[in-house]
């Protein structure tokens, strides 16, 4: 079966501490991951894929495969980085399969 | 603004009406999809289409109707047979670099 778990529906932390978004898969291939945000009244944008092993907004996200999780992590949230996140996986048809994602809510 | 395009913005609904979800793009994409998202629940699939004049359900597909006359153009129809269509509706298409672009939205609310 392919699915996407994000096990936190809400994440809060004070400005300055590190963030953690978990995000688990299940996928029988090579998976294709993405971490995808959605600030307050804005559109669903890409933050990073884990192809291009890229940091976006100071996030990095590691695909282990043998734990098949695609963590998303920032070692200072900054208050700018409230927003909903979604973890997708591209599936064996091309369509992406979403988590149910994480509203991550920073403290000043 | 360019990209996708979703109108209208808010839509209400009365109990037993049709209504009809706008989503233009001008990025030449062929694939378009409509999800729909629902707090807690992530983006599920109502209905996708890889190329003009064809269209495929999603895992929601029930009380929604699409069509796909143009590439630039992949309206959703949510219909009376939708027993809980209040929710945010999001359009989106996808390049041939298989990456998505997301229109804006559209909150329907059944009053």
């Known amino acids: 079966a392919q699915r996407v778990t994000q096990p936190e529906k809400l994440l809060s932390v004070f400005k300055g501490a590190p963030v953690e978004l978990k995000c688990n898969y299940s996928y029988s291939g090579s998976p294709e991951l993405f971490w995808y945000v959605q600030y307050s009244r804005q559109r669903l944008q890409l933050l990073l894929r884990h192809i291009s092993r890229e940091s976006i907004k100071g996030f990095t996200a590691d695909l282990n495969k043998g734990e098949t999780s695609f963590h998303l992590k920032k070692p200072f949230a900054q208050e700018e980085d409230s927003a909903m996140y979604y973890c997708?996986?591209?599936?064996?048809?091309?369509?992406?399969?979403w988590g149910a994602g994480t509203k991550l809510i920073i403290k000043p | 603004d360019g990209g996708i395009t979703q109108s209208p913005k808010y839509l209400f609904r009365k109990e037993g009406q049709n209504v009809t979800l706008s989503c233009e793009q001008n990025l030449n994409h062929d694939a378009m999809y409509w999800y729909r998202q629902d707090p807690g629940q992530g983006l599920r699939l109502i209905y996708y289409s890889q190329i003009v004049n064809d269209f495929q359900k999603g895992d929601i597909a029930e009380g929604y109707s699409v069509s796909r006359e143009k590439k630039e153009s992949f309206p959703l129809t949510v219909t009376s047979a939708q027993k809980n269509p209040t929710a945010f509706y999001l359009c989106?298409?996808?390049?041939?670099?298989?990456?998505?672009?997301f229109g804006s939205g559209t909150r329907l609310t059944v009053v």
């Open positions: 989106a298409s996808m390049d041939r670099g298989l990456y998505y672009t």
């Open positions: 997708a996986l591209r599936g064996s048809n091309y369509q992406l399969i």
